[in-house]
Antibody, heavy 121, light 105 residues
């Protein structure tokens, strides 16, 4: 069945780089796009970016200068790297599979469990 | 497009018919989904394209709406429905609503 699982350090020092991995199973990264979405504790969800089946990426304009998404299709893994972390980046980070609804519209049909990231020295 | 969900907190009893609202700042053209998020869990897709029920979701959940106004209805509230519900528009970019927290009275 379709599964996504995020992994990575739960604690990052201020100004350092966050590195997360999303390991997927039950589908291929060359057939489905994968997004990253984050949620500060007690707040709403924020779309961060996507890696498309062809390997290209799109990012939230507010995060674009700090964010990079890549993948290793042979390992069924998608990677998120975000630099210059600050306390505003404290959140649970999710990866989610994309479902194409037609007409250039996409929604998320499966999500990982999420990984909580704290920024502190 | 900004999404406004109301109410932010809803208390209801088991068996109640519950209605959650999501209003867009522009026309969403029915490209709206609803997600359920239980405490400590990942969001789960309930409804897509306004009124299409995701596979495996109980039929007590339904969606409706058009234009800028959309609704998620739970026909008979069950204890396991306690969760936060988010709407999500994918007509123009992508935006999440702030959520409605549903609790038992």
């Amino acid at each position: 069945q379709v599964q996504l699982k995020e992994s990575g350090p739960g604690l990052v020092q201020p100004s350092q780089t966050l590195s997360l991995t999303c390991t997927v199973s039950g589908f291929s990264l060359t057939s489905y796009n994968v997004h990253w979405v984050r949620q500060p504790t007690g707040k709403g969800l924020e779309w961060m970016g996507v890696i498309w089946t062809g390997g290209s990426t799109d990012y939230n304009s507010a995060l674009k200068s700090r964010l990079s998404i890549s993948r290793d299709t042979s390992k069924s893994q998608v990677f998120l790297k975000m630099n210059s972390l600050q306390t505003e980046d404290i959140a649970t980070y999710y990866c989610a599979r994309d479902y194409y609804s037609g007409g250039g519209r996409h929604y998320f049909d499966y999500w990982g469990q999420g990984v909580m990231v704290t920024v502190s020295s | 497009i900004q999404l406004t969900q109301s109410p932010s907190l809803l208390s209801a009893s088991v068996g109640d018919r519950v209605t959650l609202s999501c209003k867009g700042s522009q026309n969403i053209n029915n490209y709206l989904a609803w997600y359920q998020q239980k405490l400590g869990e990942a969001p789960k897709l309930l409804i897509y394209n306004t009124n299409s029920l995701q596979t495996g979701i109980p039929s007590r959940f339904s969606g409706s709406g058009s234009g800028t106004d959309y609704t998620l209805t739970i026909s008979s509230l069950q204890p396991e429905d306690v969760a936060t519900y988010f709407c999500y528009q994918y007509n123009n970019g992508n935006t999440f609503g702030a959520g409605t927290k549903l609790e038992l009275k």
